[in-house]
């Protein structure tokens, strides 16, 4: 394993796995971590079609091994988890997520399922596949959104991806209890109104800057935050 020293003095990471790494923020999380020297698996659901992560092993090489995942199919994660063998697991980057829009009006149960399994259980999934690869001391990332504050919810509507991202936030809570023993850190993490196909574009940042902001917030994680609802920029979120 190549070891690389972060920016803040923090313990080094190693090997980076992130999930959603065919487009988006996941993309440019594999990207960021490939420049900074860390071993990268990236999962994606198809990887002949994930042009973009495919031209960063031009780059990289071997540093980066994409593998097949689709976070929803038990199947395809255990295949993952089995290839991966021993291999330790510094960063688990839970980052992939759909978003679907209903209303009271127009409300499609089965689109409210599928953001659960993604969204939810998905993290749940491949962090219980991964237990044995999580290193002590590992930092599990489930990126999340405000969305999913209940604090927050002052304009109503997008029932599924509501309800799944708090589900996430859920467990995120019972992670962070249940991994505390061996120093892991849990957190969930608000990456921001971040340009990508899921806000069709729209949105505040680059996901290049909303990586940024989230690895600064990354390198400085301690086991005192873990449990925490973190906005990229660092600060804490309500519930
Ligand atoms: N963009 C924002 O403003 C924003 C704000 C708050 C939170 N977030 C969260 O940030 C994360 C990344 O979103 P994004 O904006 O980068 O969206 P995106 O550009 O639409 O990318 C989503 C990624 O998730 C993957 N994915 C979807 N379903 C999957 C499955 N079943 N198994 C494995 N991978 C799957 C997609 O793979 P395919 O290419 O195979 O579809 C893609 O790589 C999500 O969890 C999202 O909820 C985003």
Redesign the pocket.
């Known amino acids: 394993m190549q070891e690389m020293s972060s920016e803040s003095g923090s313990p080094a990471i190693g090997t980076v796995l992130v999930?959603?790494?065919?487009?988006?923020?996941?993309?440019d999380f594999a990207r960021a971590w490939l420049e900074r020297g860390a071993q990268v698996i990236a999962?994606?659901?198809?990887p002949n079609s994930?042009s973009a992560l495919s031209n960063l092993m031009q780059e990289y090489g071997d540093r980066l091994r994409i593998m097949q995942?689709?976070?929803?199919d038990e199947r395809s994660v255990e295949t993952m988890a089995g290839a991966l063998g021993n291999q330790h697991i510094d960063l688990l980057i839970n980052?992939?997520?759909?978003?679907h829009v209903e209303t009271l009006d127009n409300m499609d149960f089965a689109s409210i399922l599928e953001q659960f399994k993604?969204?939810a259980l998905?993290a749940l999934h491949v962090t219980r596949a991964l237990l044995s690869n999580l290193r002590d001391g590992a930092k599990i990332i489930n990126?999340?959104?405000?969305?999913g504050s209940l604090d927050d919810n002052t304009s109503g509507g997008y029932y599924g991806y509501r309800m799944s991202?708090a589900a996430l936030n859920m467990a995120t809570r019972s992670m962070a209890v249940d991994l505390k023993s061996r120093g892991i850190v849990v957190v969930a993490m608000?990456?921001?109104?971040?340009q990508?196909?899921?806000?069709r574009g729209f949105?505040m940042l680059t996901?290049a800057e909303s990586v940024a902001g989230m690895n600064q917030v990354i390198d400085k994680l301690t086991i005192e935050q873990s449990g925490l609802f973190l906005h990229y920029q660092g600060t804490t979120l309500p519930w």
């Open positions: 999930t959603g790494a065919s487009r988006g923020i996941g993309l999962g994606c659901r198809a994930a995942l689709d976070v929803t980052n992939a997520g759909i978003l993604v969204n998905g990126i999340t959104s405000r969305m991202k608000h990456p921001g109104m971040v990508t196909d899921l806000t949105g996901p």
